[in-house]
């Protein structure tokens, strides 16, 4: 690295407690967008989000983007979207830098080791929901403009902030924001970066795509009033059986997604395309190993990748109204309502989708012939993401990269979904990339999520170099 970027990696590496304290902190705020109850937990964090912007000499909007109304019918506001701008030096470039704070929900009981909003290091690894999705990466961003102010280094790019509490539950007001402001705040940002994803292997990597995400809800309701299944077992059609039966349609044992018409949109397979997976490092032992399983629906490391990336797929969530605690209640539930979601791959349309699935559940439920109540419904929608990978801003990636860690940028895509991406891209015009500080292993989402200590260090550095590099642009 340069002088001044040696400078601003020790530096780094001296400042680590502090940052590891920081995210203590931050992990300790229960921001679970899905959960109406710790709304307030959200808005908090937003606002503790906003605060760190201006601690660094950044002005801050905490932007209203409405209301969001439950299935209740209850409104509740949307978390405040964390709008911050530093520096508006006309002959630097401007990064726009992309992060989300809220976290998906966690509770010890549902088999933590430790207490998931009490960040706790073990073995080079700090546990605590939302250290790895998203809070860390956040974070190490904000810590990596720090470090250059407190060496007095001017910093070689301008910085606009777009922080939401709302990924984790469909990104729900971002993009009417987007329009809205697209000729006043977004109008000058050159580059988009995101730090919300993982790198394949040990490899760093950047990240040029991701699934959208369809998630879709079926209500069946068979009575006004739970049921004894002494009393009325074998008398009735049962709610559960229809949304078992339904839920069953959906996909077969080989993960083939049963939807007629799902494959229509979805771009055919290149030579080239199969020859760039081949290139990728990812070992199918590891990957096995991590989650605990010994076999998948695919056998060759190819296929895996083509599975999780560039085909749609279909994932049973759980059933709302359902019995599951302990013991052997025997009751038949009233109502019930199933959860799926369709990840998308590029060219597939949410609505298209939309009608598929319903015209095919509507057409499975009629020919059982169920007096009962069903209705299929669209929860959110959102494309897939692919950017060009021979824009300016990849170069700049791989070169930090290299710089920080002294190797060569894997060029992976992400099976997950992060639905500002393409509304960033398609709206603005720019460049997005995605440059992930996280590991395959760190379990986001999971029970135990993590991100190591180097990881958040290294990846604060990598944010630094970054900077450093993109400002040559
Ligand atoms: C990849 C990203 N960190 C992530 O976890 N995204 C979520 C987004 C989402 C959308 N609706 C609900 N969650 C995901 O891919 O599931
Ligand atoms: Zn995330
Ligand atoms: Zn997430």
Not at 337 to 342: M, Y
Request: glycine share 8%; with cysteine; hydrophobic share 35%.
């Amino acid at each position: 690295a340069s002088p001044p970027l040696d400078q601003v990696f020790q530096y780094i590496d001296e400042h680590q407690d502090d940052y590891v304290q920081h995210l203590k902190e931050w992990i300790a705020i229960q921001s679970e967008s899905s959960n109406p109850t710790k709304r307030d937990d959200v808005i908090r964090m937003m606002q503790v989000v906003g605060e760190t912007i201006k601690r660094l000499g950044g002005t801050v909007e905490l932007t209203d983007v409405g209301n969001e109304e439950l299935p209740s019918g209850k409104i509740i506001p949307l978390p405040p979207v964390v709008l911050g701008k530093l520096g508006k030096d006309p002959n630097k470039t401007t990064v726009g830098i992309y992060g989300h704070v809220d976290v998906q929900p966690a509770r010890f009981e549902d088999g933590w080791s430790t207490d998931p909003y009490l960040l706790t290091e073990k073995d080079g690894n700090l546990y605590g929901r939302g250290s790895s999705d998203d809070k860390g990466p956040v974070l190490a961003w904000l810590h990596a403009i720090e470090a250059f102010q407190a060496l007095k280094q001017e910093l070689p790019v301008n910085l606009k902030f777009i922080f939401e509490g709302m990924e984790e539950s469909g990104s729900k007001g971002l993009d009417e924001l987007l329009k809205a402001k697209n000729e006043t705040f977004f109008s000058n940002i050159d580059y988009i970066v995101i730090s919300d994803s993982a790198w394949l292997s040990k490899k760093p990597a950047l990240t040029y795509g991701t699934r959208g995400l369809c998630y879709f809800i079926i209500e069946v309701q068979c009575a006004n009033q739970d049921l004894h299944s002494g009393l009325y077992g074998g008398t009735v059609h049962e709610a559960m059986t229809d949304l078992i039966a339904l839920l069953d349609s959906l996909v077969n044992s080989t993960g083939y997604v049963l939807i007629p018409g799902i494959d229509s949109d979805v771009v055919p397979l290149t030579n080239e395309e199969r020859v760039l997976y081949k290139e990728i490092e990812f070992n199918l032992e590891a990957f096995k190993h991590t989650i605990g399983t010994t076999e998948l629906l695919h056998k060759t490391k190819e296929d895996v990748l083509l599975h999780r990336w560039r085909f749609p797929s279909l994932s049973i969530h759980g059933i709302e109204g359902a019995f599951s605690g302990p013991g052997a209640k025997t009751v038949i539930p009233a109502k019930v309502t199933g959860k799926f979601s369709i990840r998308l791959v590029p060219n597939m349309d949410p609505d298209k989708l939309s009608n598929q699935v319903m015209t095919y559940l509507n057409g499975v439920f009629a020919a059982r012939g169920s007096p009962n109540q069903m209705q299929v419904a669209l929860e959110s929608g959102s494309k897939a993401w692919v950017a060009h990978v021979t824009d300016k801003q990849y170069d700049a990636g791989r070169r930090a990269i290299s710089k920080v860690f002294g190797v060569e940028a894997e060029l992976i895509r992400e099976g997950g979904t992060i639905p500002v991406a393409r509304s960033l891209q398609h709206t603005t015009q720019k460049s997005v990339m995605m440059l992930p500080i996280g590991s395959p292993d760190d379990r986001i989402h999971s029970q135990d999520e993590k991100l190591s200590r180097d990881n958040y260090i290294n990846g604060t550095k990598l944010f630094a170099a970054y900077i450093a590099e993109i400002s040559q642009h």
